[in-house]
């Protein structure tokens, strides 16, 4: 596989002087699979009387406008931040200023890195969730940025190797959901514009663009069914949140590029979902002009693309219509409007390194924050004879090169690693705190796991002995309680993956574990990491997966070691014993082709889904997690929610608005149950519902889906009841034929447990029509 990737891009780079790679094999067969959806819906505001108000003063501002002013707030231009509309002097619009991460504000000073979106899914805790995208708006307001390039719930995490599953919000449609939901809605709670992307289908990093002399990108063939129910899913509860923004990705869908795909953009995203705001492309992704304006783009980065003066000229020579363009320039000018940014908005504060400036301070107290996802994003998943918490520990052993922090870590503004330098990491050296490309932030500083273990041992007059570098660290410490091992698993946007383990780091955890019988491992971790290398060794005695946490690593890992709090993480995705276990899913589809394909056969069986198939038993399932005290399950009640609609198909008389037709989420039923702490230390439980949808020949289904998950507080001997909410989506298909949600009659079958596969509690809801 590695081999594979750096002959790939050896000669990528030759072709692309060269053109020696590239075939003529013809586009022809390739044309109409992706079905035409023409023309663009014009946005009207029919959603809510705050998008109304927005579009008529949008429309009021457009009708002012000169055709070229129109065209050029559709297009990019060089400028102070990662994207820069066109602005229009004489009318009062600025530019829009655009920024990554997701994780925070990259390339500035004084700004937080937050812990990554996989790392904020495994808290399992919408609070948090919403917090987390609360504080990330607040100090992209506080620098000027107008938008926030994120949350993401594409790459959705369907290749296991996947560069970027890291950015997302775990690979189960309804917890990515509920997260891109929450972190929309605290971001623009803010007053900055989020950016839910990509949309749709960037499932690997192997060819995600065209490459000269090589061919055209990767393009993700998917059928109708598996796009409603898996891949397009969580961007409804962003667009839902009120989402004002949509990013198109790069690869091709179904042969059409995503950012001139009509049946995309003008079918899904802006009739069917309803969207009343604009898309933007990511930077560079787009492959045409005239389609891309059809198809339902509205804003090019980072600079004019294919448009610009062709945009106009396309208007007068009719491939374009004026219509349109002005379409464009609304659903900018109404989104604008819609957060409010018209009136008193900060000014840019963006610099670049090289520029002085007075220092603009946006961090807050958002460390706290950042170091409480960063404990309860992480999961404990073996803890042998209460191993954990340390008890008071006065001697530790603190081996691996991610204990400490990296030594040369500022090549870029990207801290996790920049394109040009970090080609095939399988692993950072230095403490993992996020991953590479334009996900990664800029720190203010790190706390690494040895900073913070050395300041919390000497609390209690203990001692510490490491070594960061050798994988088999000479040990002549026998008076040692506990000997920590740190190591990590590194992915960065622009190459997928080569392995889920690495040979020196496994050989690290085996020679400490031969010679120390209470060895910890902690992994910090950018996606599933396999660990069957080790695991049963019985000095290993316990192992914290600690994700990706954000600048204040160090105090995460130190408070659940030490027991400040107990650890309530659970598994965003499911952990195998062998790679071989994920099946065709596990690499990205490596082909030479000049139109290359990628056929997403296992349609809507990913991760747990198909273990639960296939019958495969994972080492850890999805939603796995351990805790300090126990917990007990009872009194399971499902109740169908009296005088709801239950009719096969939503009305149809009913208008859309964003989000999808109103219908789907209105509540069917509820489902309560009660969780009582069985154990002796205070802590949350992460209750889940998982739901088993009537299968037919008709409409086959996975044994259960993630439908309801609730962290509670427990305290020793307290009981706490959950309530879960069903709503139409969440129980139903989608029907290719009709192309509308289906709720189907019959027995739906209905869990309640501590994850995938420890199910507690067991019910049953009935559905009539």
């Known amino acids: 596989k590695m081999r594979s990737l750096l002959v790939y891009w050896l000669l990528a780079q030759s072709a692309s002087v060269t053109g020696q790679l590239y075939t ?4 022809v067969p390739y044309y109409g699979l992706s079905p035409p ?14 998008w109304a108000i927005a579009h008529k003063r949008a429309k009021a501002m457009s009708s002012q406008m000169t055709l070229e002013e129109k065209a050029n707030i559709t297009r990019g231009y060089t400028g102070q931040c990662t994207g820069n509309s066109g602005a229009v002097p004489r009318l ?19 700004v937080s890195s937050f812990p990554a979106g996989i790392h904020v899914a495994a808290t399992w805790d919408r609070g948090l969730m919403y917090r987390y995208g609360e504080a990330i708006g607040a100090e992209y307001k506080g620098k000027g940025l107008n938008i926030a390039l994120g949350p993401v719930a594409g790459p959705l995490g369907r290749v296991v190797r996947g560069g970027r599953n890291w950015e997302g919000l775990s690979n189960d449609p309804y917890l990515a959901g509920e997260g891109m939901g929450e972190v929309t809605r605290g971001i623009q709670d803010q007053g900055v514009m989020a950016t839910p992307k990509h949309f749709l289908l960037n499932e690997q990093e192997f060819r995600r ?23 397009m899913f969580p961007f409804m509860n962003g667009l839902k949140e009120g989402a004002v923004c949509i990013m198109c990705s790069y690869q091709r869908i179904n042969n059409s590029y995503s950012c001139q795909n009509s049946k995309l953009l003008n079918g899904l995203l802006k009739t069917e979902l309803g969207f009343e705001g604009f898309v933007l492309s990511d930077w560079g992704g787009q492959q045409g002009g005239v389609a891309s ?68 301070d946006v961090q807050g107290s958002h460390r706290n924050l950042i ?13 042998v004879n209460k191993t954990l918490p340390l008890q008071r520990p006065t001697f530790l052993c603190v081996y691996g090169y991610d204990a400490t922090l990296p030594l040369t870590p500022w090549v870029s503004s990207r801290f996790g690693g920049g394109y040009d330098v970090n080609f095939g990491w399988n692993t950072f050296n230095g403490t993992l705190i996020m991953g590479g490309g334009s996900g990664s932030g800029t720190p203010p500083y790190v706390i690494s796991p040895f900073q913070a273990i050395q300041e919390r041992i000497t609390k209690d007059n203990g001692i510490v002995r490491w070594d960061f570098v050798n994988e088999n660290p000479a040990m002549a410490f026998d008076n040692a309680d506990a000997c920590l091992v740190f190591i990590n698993a590194y992915a ?84 195998a014993k062998n790679e071989s276990d994920y099946g065709n899913v596990l690499n990205s589809t490596v082909s030479f082709d000049a139109f290359p394909q990628d056929n997403f056969t296992e349609g809507l069986y990913i991760d747990y889904r198909a273990f639960d198939k296939n019958n495969i038993e994972p080492r850890y399932e999805f939603g796995y997690g351990l805790s300090y005290t126990t917990f007990a399950y009872a009194d399971l009640v499902v109740t169908p929610e009296p005088g709801v609609n239950t009719t096969a198909l939503p009305d149809p008389d009913t208008p859309i608005v964003q989000g999808g037709h109103p219908d789907l989420w209105e509540v069917v039923a509820t ?80 869990y309640v447990g501590a994850s995938s596969r420890d199910l507690r509690l067991n019910g049953t809801l009935e559905i009539t029509h």
């Not at 663009?209 to 891949?231: A, C, F, K, M, Q």
Request: net charge negative; proline share 5%; with cysteine.
């Open 92 to 110: 009062g619009i600025p530019s829009l200023c655009m920024g990554d991460a997701p994780l925070g504000v990259r390339g500035q000073e004084f």
């Open 293 to 360: 304006a059809n198809s339902g783009l509205d804003l090019v980065m980072p600079s004019g693309g294919f448009w610009g003066k062709n945009l106009t000229d396309a208007v007068g020579n009719g491939s374009v219509s004026a219509e349109r363009v002005t379409d464009m320039a609304t659903r900018i000018l109404a989104s604008w409007y819609y957060m409010g940014q018209d009136n008193g908005y900060p000014s840019k504060g963006i610099y670049s390194n090289t520029m002085k400036h007075a220092p603009i």
């Open 209 to 231: 663009l065209p490459t000269r002399g090589v061919g055209e990108s990767i393009s993700s063939n998917v059928d109708d069914r598996t796009i409603h129910e898996l891949y």
């Open 492 to 575: 960065s946007e622009s190459f997928d993956r080569v392995s889920l383990t690495d040979d020196f780091s496994d050989r690290l955890v085996a020679n400490t574990a031969a010679q120390c019988v209470n060895t910890i491992v902690v992994i910090h971790s950018t996606g599933i990491r396999t660990v069957d290398a080790w695991i049963d060794n019985p000095n290993v005695t316990a192992v914290l997966f600690a994700g990706v946490p954000g600048q204040e690593s160090g105090n995460s890992i130190v408070d659940i070691l030490w027991g400040s709090i107990n650890p309530s993480g659970r598994l965003p995705y499911t952990v």
């Open 371 to 383: 170091r409480e996802i960063g404990a309860a994003g992480t999961v404990l998943v073996k803890n």
């Open 671 to 750: 489902v309560t149950a009660s969780v009582t702490n069985t154990g002796d230390v205070a802590g949350h439980e992460v209750a889940q519902l998982y739901v088993g949808i009537p299968s037919s020949d008709e409409f086959e289904t996975p044994v259960r889906q993630l439908r309801g998950f609730q962290r509670l507080p427990v305290r020793p001997g307290e009981s706490q009841s959950v309530l879960f909410r069903l709503t139409r989506r969440d129980l139903s298909v989608w029907d290719v034929v009709v192309q509308q949600w289906r709720l189907q009659e019959g027995e739906y079958k209905v």
């Open 24 to 27: 003529n094999e013809s586009e």
């Open 37 to 50: 959806v023409y023309p663009t819906p014009e946005a009207n505001g029919t959603t809510s009387t705050r």
